[in-house]
């Protein structure tokens, strides 16, 4: 059976981001508990939504509020583990790659000798392979 992966919604305010590294390969069996790939999940919706919400140190509010108008280094990274099992077979968004969120990532198949029938179009129709994502480090640590 092909399976597709996805762009999961890690928040509700997120849009997108961008693939940061594959720990996977096409061909690669994937085991539950795996770890298949890491993104980099725009901040800035969060973020706003956080400084609108809460009372911040003035110093954090004032870089807070530099990151928002420049968009630069606003992101935090989270890492996307398999649910499932399968071999993945082709990944459609390459390292570097801006993503957003429903967009394909990759396909997969229950079985490595199972054909890759279709394109694109046609594997956004497949059922999603089930994942968890963990944010990766602490780096968005609301404690400051």
Not at 56 to 82: A, C, I, P, Q
Not at 94 to 103: A, F
Request: charged content about 35%; overall charge negative; hydrophobic content about 40%.
């Amino acid at each position: 059976m092909i399976t597709k992966l996805e762009v999961p919604a890690v928040d509700g305010a997120m849009q997108g981001g961008k693939v940061l590294r594959w720990h996977k390969r096409e061909g690669d069996t994937i085991a539950f508990g795996e770890d298949i790939c890491e993104l980099a999940i725009d901040e800035f919706a969060v973020l706003r939504r956080t400084a609108r919400a809460t009372l911040l140190t003035r110093r954090r509010r004032d870089k807070l509020k530099s990151d928002l108008e420049t968009r630069e280094g606003v992101y935090f990274e989270v890492v996307v583990t398999s649910s499932d099992t399968g071999v993945l077979r082709k990944i459609v968004a390459e390292e570097g790659v801006r993503i957003g969120v429903g967009d394909l990532l990759a396909v997969a198949t229950t079985d490595a000798d199972e054909p890759l029938d279709g394109d694109a179009d046609r594997w956004r129709e497949a059922p999603a392979l089930r994942v968890v994502v963990n944010r990766k480090g602490d780096e968005w640590d609301e404690g400051d």
